[in-house]
């Protein structure tokens, strides 16, 4: 059976290209499939990107006008961020196929990208983690859990 796991990340609005750049380098790491990301920051300035590991020629960076029409098929969005409402993560069972929903270092992540979001999720700190940070932390907890997703152990 084909393994059934799959993530990609959205990138609502970066900031710069050096938090483009940490993100791939987590996707490398955790073995994301795609990188997709909005707005127009990003695009001015991905000539100085900080992919020290050059992932983006493994790892597809896109970049789109609405995040919301490129949901790769089967896949769940969630978005991640500190708001009322939100899952915390150690107790989020991961879905099998998903697209995580990240917002800018400097600001919040629109309402109107996450009411298109089926699950919100977010990080219990005591302070407020940057781009990069967030991103590990969310795709680690994936990873450890492992089998523990939607369709249960035993699957891939």
């Not at 020290?52 to 490129?70: A, C, F, K, N, S």
């Not at 700190?125 to 990873?143: I, K, P, Q, S």
Request: glycine letters at 8%; proline letters at 7%.
């Amino acid at each position: 059976m084909a393994n059934k796991r799959y993530s990609c990340i959205g990138l609502f609005n970066p900031k710069s290209p050096e938090n483009v750049g940490s993100v791939m380098r987590a996707a490398g790491c955790y073995g994301v499939n795609s990188v997709f990301y909005s707005g127009k920051r990003y695009a001015r300035s991905r000539d100085f990107i900080t992919d020290t590991q050059r992932v983006h020629y493994e790892i597809p960076l896109i970049g789109v006008d609405d995040l919301q029409m490129i949901i790769p098929l089967g896949c769940i969005p969630v978005a991640v961020e500190l708001v009322e409402g939100a899952r915390p993560l150690p107790q989020y069972t991961h879905p099998d196929r998903a697209l995580y929903i990240f917002g800018p270092e400097d600001g919040t992540l629109d309402k109107s990208v996450r009411s298109w979001c089926e699950d919100t999720i977010y990080i219990p700190t005591h302070g407020c983690m940057n781009l990069a940070a967030t991103v590990n932390v969310v795709l680690y907890d994936r990873m450890a859990k492992g089998n523990n997703t939607r369709s249960g152990p035993g699957l891939k």
